[in-house]
C-alpha cells in the first residue's frame, strides 16, 4: 500500500480524542476581571448582574458566567452532538495557497465552516438549549441579527423538540430571505423585530411602521418576551460561558497542530464581539499566559468597526437605549452608527469584556482591514483552496497572506493559523456587490 | 477516558484508507453494453463515436470508456487532491431522523454535500482536469445547467491554473446569479448560452436574441467551441468513465458499512443521468452481480421526469438537435419538455446506458417520487439531521423514509443507505418556494 503524506492535506483529529472538557479561561486573566455594573449610575457588581439574569438565563450558564474551575466537563449529550453535527472539524493545511504565495511560511485553517449550519455559533447553541431542556425550558428565545444564531437555534431546536422564537432585526429580516427560509424550515417562530410582540416592540412600530430595527432593540425584546413567556435567552458572544463553550475549537486546533508537529507562530481570528476568537484562541492564550508559548494572537475587525484599534476602554452599555448592565469592554460608543458591511457578524459597538482585558495587557493584538481586501482574500480562498469563507473569516485570511508574505521576505518558516469562523454559500451576493462581479 | 458510541454518529474513513483504485464495472455487467450508434440512421460501433471524441476528450478518457479493466489507478495527485476536499466524506447514521420515526431501521447517508464546492460533481471534475492537463490542454469547457459542475470546474481550474470556459443555460444564467457570481469570483469565462460565440449559438440568437436555451444546445456549443479552440471538454453524467471516477463514492462507502458492521439490504440515489447514482452503487451492485449480497438498489427520479420508470429502452440522441452520437438508454425522447422544477439536475430525457442496462436487466431498481413530498423530506433532514439536503438528494431522503416506515411496520431491523449528492445552501429559495414558507 502505497503511503501517502497525508497531513500535509488536512489534519483529521479521531473523534474518540474530542475534548471532554472546555477550557475556562477567567482563572487564569492576568488580573480580575472588571465586574458588570448593574445599571447607568450604580457600582460594579457581579452578583446583582447575574440576578437580573435569574429566570432567563439557565443557572448552569450563571453558574459558569464567573466560575473558577479551569476546566468544565462537557455534558456526554453535548459530546454526542458535537460528533453528529462533523465535529472535530479539520484542520486544513492551505497547501496550494501556500504555493500561490511561494511563502516559506506554513499556513493552516481551523474549518468551522464545515459545520452543517454554516457557521461556529451551533456549538455554544446545542449547549446552551442542553442546559436549558435540563432546566425546565421549553421555548428557545434567541435574538439575531443576520440570522447565523438564529440558523442553529431553528436547527437544534427542531431537532432537541423544543420551540424556538427568533426575533431578527427587521432590515436583516428583510434582505436575508434564505436565512428567514431555513428558520422558517426548521419551524421556528420568527418575527421581525422591532415586534408587536413586546412593548418596547410596538412603541418603535407606533413612531415608524417600518422602523429597520437594531441588534439593541432585538436583543432587548427578545429579553422581554423571554421574562414574560418563561422562555429561555440564548446568549450571544460577549459573555464568559459562550465563550468557555466555544473553546471546543481551539482545543482541537491545539491537539491537532501536536499531532502535526506544528507550533504556531501566529494565529488569527475575526471579532464580531469575541466567541468566535476568543473559542479559538483560549488554549493558545492560556499557553501564552503561562509562558509556554510566545505566539502571536491577532483579532482581526473591519476597518469601519474597530473598537479595540481606535475606541476606549471603559464602561458602556451592551445595547443602546437599555439601562443596563454596562461592561468594561473597548468600544466606540453604543450608540456609534456602524457603516453597513457585508460582513454583519462583525457589527458590534464593543468587544467582549475577557478579550478586551487580554487586549489592553497586550496578550492579544488587535487589527483592522479594509472591506475590499478582506474580500479578495475570500476569493483567493476560494480559488486556490476551494471553500468559500464568510466574509468574517476572510477577515483572517486577509491577515494570513499578509503575514505568510511578510515571511516569505524573511524566509521565515513561520507557522499562521487562521480561524474560519463560517462558510459563504450565503454571503456569495456580499462578495458580489464588493468585487463587483 | 470515557468511551463514546462514536460509530452511532459518524463513521469517518482514516484518510490513509482512501480507495486507491476506481472500479470500473463494465467488465462485470450481465451482458455487453450495446454499442453507440455514430449517426442517425447509422449502425452501432463504440469506435467510430471514440474516434468523433478525439481532440476534444482526453486520450485517457477514451481509453477509460470501454476499458475492460476492473480496477484502474487513481492517479497520485488526485488522491491527494480528494484528500484536500475533504475526501472520505463521512457516513453519517441519521439517528435521529430514526428516532423521529421511530423506526426499527438503521439510515446512513452519505455525505457528499460535505464537498467545499456543494456536490459529488467534484470528484469526476478533478481527476477530468488532471488528465486534460497531463495531455497538454490548457483550457476547460464545460457546458452547465444548474451550475452545479461549472463551479466545481470553475475552482479546480482556478486552483490548478488552467482557464475555465463555462457555457450555462440562458435561462439558469438569469436564475441562479449566486452561482454564475461564484464562476466569477474564481476568474472563469463564463457565457448564457445560447451565446455568439460559436455558429450554432449565433443562429439561434439571430432567431430569438432573448433564446433562454436548454441543456441540449448548450451541450454542441461547449463541444464546438472546444474543438475550434483546441479546448477540453468536460464530460457529464451519462459516460462510463465518469462513473467509474465517480465510484470513489461507492468504494468509500463500502468500507465505512463494513466499518459500522453493518450489511445493506436498501441503497437508494437520485438519478440525472447517472453518475451520481453509479458513483455511489457500483461496488454494491458488483456484489449483487456476484451473488454476495440480495440488497434492493433503488433509483429515484421526479415523478414529472422518470424515463426508466415510464420511458421507452431504445436508441436516442442525448441532446436535440444533433445527428448523433445516439445511445441505448431509457428515454422520453430527446425532445420530451421536461417541467421546470427546483431540481434541475434532474432533468434530462434519458438514463445512462450502462445504468440502463441494469435497470432493463432488475439489478437496480427505479422509481420516482413527488416533489412536494421531496422537499418535506428535505425539510425533515434539515429539522433531525440539521443539515439541508440539495433538492435532488432529498428525492433519496424521500425513499429512505419510506423503507423505514416500512420497516417499523414488520418491525424489521433493516439497514438503509441514502446518499446525498450534495447541499441545499442555494437551493433554500427553491424549497422556499415549494414549501410555501
Redesign the interface.
Known sequence: ??????K???I?L???D?P?YWHNLLPELPEPLPDPIPEVGGTPSRKRVMDMMEGVWAKEHIRQEYSDEGQIKIP?EV??YY????RPT?LHRA??LEEYLKTSARIYFKRED?L???SFK?NTVISQIHYAMKEGFDIMADGTGAGQTGCAVA??S??MGVKAKIFMVRSSYLQK??RV??M????ADIKPSPSNETELGRSYLKKNPEDPGSLGVTTVETMDWAKANKAFGLQGSIFNYVMTQQSIMGLEAKKQLELAGEKPDVLIGCVGAGSNFMGFSIPFISDKLKGKTSCRIVDVRPDECAPEVYGEYRYDLLSPGTKGPLYKMYTLGNEFSIPGLVSEGLRFHGVAPMLSLLINKKIVEATSVKEKDVMEAG?LC???????PAPESAHAIKIAVDEALKAKQKNEKKVIVAHISG?G??D??G??KV?N?
Not at 460528533?83 to 462533523?86: A, D, E, P, R, V
Request: proline share 7%; aromatic share 6%.
Open positions: 500500500m502505497q503511503t501517502l503524506d497525508v500535509a492535506e488536512r483529521v479521531p473523534q474518540d474530542i471532554r456526554d459530546i454526542n460528533l453528529h453535527i462533523g479539520p497547501r496550494r464545515t452543517p449550519t454554516g451551533i436547527a437544534v427542531a431537532t430571505p434564505l427560509a431555513w422558517k424550515m426548521c419551524g476569493r476560494l480559488e486556490k483552496e476551494n471553500f468559500l462558510g454559500f450565503l456569495i451576493g462578495y458580489s468585487l462581479l
